[in-house]
């Protein structure tokens, strides 16, 4: 069974930084990109950030690029999104979520972790 | 890229059904077979309803169903039923691994 449970959120202040993590089981990690996508607070779905299997490749909404980043651990199974300069607008449940094996669809996701900027 | 458009709210009764619709552009919805819908109870992990527009993954009631015309993708329920009761979300591939959803539909069973 495939699971995704994300770790890390937090209450930020503007221009701060904080990172989250994604551990994943039930599946062979190193063969699937990763995509971290956000909602905020009476809004949709965002996608945020992929990372392709190998960690070689990487990509990001434009309101992050600059700012976020994110990696993977390959000996841990896990995925992280390092947030620096954050903003108020980047405050949103953060949800981890795994591509198949074509990266053209998010078939599994985790229940999310919740990330304030606030002052 | 800009959020494909959905309502904000759907309802019916149990035993009816109900489409959503998924209003996006030539650039996602339009260019690519490659519609999605998730099933969202707050709290929960979003689960995937409909893949490639009209794809059910293994497990997902046959009372879902999906499709395409132009820029506009949909999601019918049929024979609804008290646990379909959830936030729907479309979601296309944008291209070089991005995606853009839908803004979310609150699917209310009377």
């Known amino acids: 069974e495939v699971q995704l449970l994300e770790a890390g959120g937090d209450l930020g202040q503007p221009g701060g930084s904080l990172r989250v993590s994604c551990a994943a089981s039930g599946f062979n990690f190193d063969n699937f990109a990763m995509v971290w996508v956000r909602q905020a607070p009476g809004k949709g779905l965002e996608w945020v950030s992929t990372i392709s299997g190998t960690g070689g490749g990487k990509f990001y909404t434009k309101s992050v690029k600059g700012r976020f980043m994110i990696s993977r651990d390959s000996a841990r199974s896990a995925v992280f999104l390092q947030m620096d300069n954050l903003r108020t607008e980047d405050t949103a449940v953060y949800y981890c979520?795994?591509?198949?094996?074509?990266?053209?669809?998010?078939?599994?996701w985790g229940r999310g972790t919740l990330v304030t900027v606030s002052s | 890229q800009s959020a494909l458009t959905q309502p904000a709210s759907v309802s019916g009764s149990p035993g009816q059904s109900i489409t959503i619709s998924c209003t996006g552009t030539i650039s996602d919805v339009g260019r690519f077979n490659l519609v999605a819908w998730y099933q969202h109870h707050v709290g929960k992990a979003p689960k995937l309803m409909i893949s490639g527009v009209t794809r059910r993954p293994s497990g997902v009631s046959i009372r879902f169903s999906g499709s395409k015309s132009g820029n506009t993708a949909s999601l019918t329920i049929s024979g609804l039923q008290a646990e379909d009761e959830a936030y729907y979300y479309c979601c296309s591939y944008g291209g070089d691994s991005t995606w853009v959803f839908g803004g979310g539909t609150k699917l209310t069973v009377l």
């Open positions: 979520a795994r591509a198949d094996s074509a990266v053209t669809t998010i078939d599994y």
